[in-house]
């Protein structure tokens, strides 16, 4: 049963037009002696609900995971796998999930602690890993991704109670202006926009495909775009944005030769482990909201 | 009949890949003194095959177009018309056709000097309007429009012999980076691609929602790709970009919340007029490329 407690401080889908609502939580939770990033680092952060990192993976490991998505992708017994997502409009590869219980190349990128430590110090706590997929948006056809906050949906649809968590997406091709770059509103992640209607059965077959349920209505994105402006994550292969997870998002489609692949590696402090969905009958699938909630790295002392 | 007569220059859509032909046409016809445009400019567009002119359009002009196509989407005697597309996957507006026969507005503008000028001095002779439109590309839902030379559809389906073509294409909105503006690769107008497949009955039915036939296969799109980039043309509500009709072109969709509006404008020479189709089995409605072969403007002597 959908978890709408009185004490929800972030109610959604709950019929209407969207509403801003304040955020109720920190942005960041560590100082400045818990891990790599320095005092101004993190202060960016906190105004702008992400950063971006050059050079985060080398070529080297971005081949690897180049080479294992391409593996992935035609493995024999993945074959109709739910965790293969194909795009709405042709049979290729839209989106892997779980790629770090699929593959041991990304099982260990996704424990690496130049991935983790910011994380951890970022959200003042150990972290584990609610969720890891690759996007690939191939060229020629690859589809946009509509605007959401990824709490959002991770609040209605798999019980994850606070704003506590975030994404390290790491570029695995270059990322460039015109093959759909991930846009970001600078900002935003100060305001939590209610979604329109209500959470069907198994939405999440439909809705990774094309997200239409949980979206904020037209009115509430075109005031949160003029408060906040839209810019883009680009930059080459193994560059890296971290990102709130309210920090509201999307991407364009990408007509252009060049696929657009990246890495989403979700990282979700371990205070804030997944309860009951807010606005759903059921938790979605393990691939997508994980309840094994084992900290990856080292836990800090305290 | 198709019109496949041994002369074609341009084969196209006769089955197989796609296959990159050399142009076989100048690009620039008239000389430094047939017109407002300066020799470096002409040479500019010869290289490129395209040019950007910035404000070509006042405040006021773009706003009574604005305002012109406003009225147009919700015209009682226009509902339903074939003139007016809608987008593939809403009820919202994508294109409208023949603005000039539909719009007083449009008519006067799409006769002005400072349009019909530069087409003139370009092509070398006096020009006619072969295809007028507005492309809305609305926020939030905007579909791409593929990569695809218009020579190649006028050709094919249209029955135009050269390429002696160009479009005016002027931003009715502002067109940034992130709302699907026009990406061209500059220098493809000295190539041209012949289209995979061949062309079912009215084809443009759906074709002007979704362009599947006539665009090149995607090995010939990578070729040329690499060895012309793209470019996006970005600017202020007002500006134009004038295109050879060989220039390869697409664009992205548009998730952002500014629609992407721009005019399009299509000047053909008369020394170029339509003959019957040379890969189609019927000419397209007149709306799309026009018979009425009348030139626009003052006529040049000699």
């Not at 991407?251 to 402090?269: A, E, H, K, Q, W």
């Amino acid at each position: 049963m959908p978890n709408e407690h009185a004490g929800d401080g972030y109610p959604t889908r709950r019929g209407g037009p969207s509403v801003a609502l304040p955020r109720r939580d920190p942005v960041v939770y560590g100082g400045v002696d818990d891990g790599p990033l320095d005092a101004e680092t993190m202060h960016r952060y906190g105004d702008d609900g992400f950063l971006v990192v050059r050079g985060l993976l080398d070529e080297a490991e971005v081949a690897a995971c180049r080479r294992e998505v391409r593996r992935l992708a035609t493995a024999a017994d993945l074959r109709g796998d739910e965790r293969l997502v194909p795009e709405p409009d042709s049979a290729e590869l839209r989106s892997v999930f779980a790629v770090h219980r699929l593959s041991p190349v990304f099982a260990t990128l996704c424990a690496a602690e130049k991935l983790v430590a910011p994380a951890r110090q970022l959200l003042g706590s150990a972290v584990y890993l609610h969720q890891t997929r690759v996007n690939c948006k191939p060229g020629f056809r690859g589809r946009d991704f509509y605007w959401h906050s990824d709490f959002e949906t991770w609040h209605a649809e798999d019980g994850m109670p606070r704003i506590r968590a975030l994404t390290v997406c790491v570029a695995l091709t270059d990322n460039h202006a015109h093959n759909g770059p991930l846009l970001l509103m600078p900002g935003s992640h100060r305001t939590f926009v209610t979604g329109r209607g209500s959470t069907p059965g198994a939405n999440f077959r439909t809705s990774l495909k094309d997200q239409t349920v949980g979206v904020p209505d037209e009115d509430a994105m075109r005031t949160l775009a003029a408060a906040h402006r839209i810019t883009a994550f680009t930059g080459r292969a193994g560059d890296a944005v971290v990102f709130d997870s309210n920090c509201m998002h999307g991407s364009n489609g990408n007509i252009t030769p060049d696929p657009r692949m990246n890495l989403f590696v979700v990282f979700n402090s371990v205070h804030n482990t997944l309860v009951e969905p807010f606005a759903a009958a059921a938790p979605r699938p393990e691939f997508l909201g994980s309840r094994d909630f084992t900290p990856v790295g080292p836990v800090p002392v305290g």
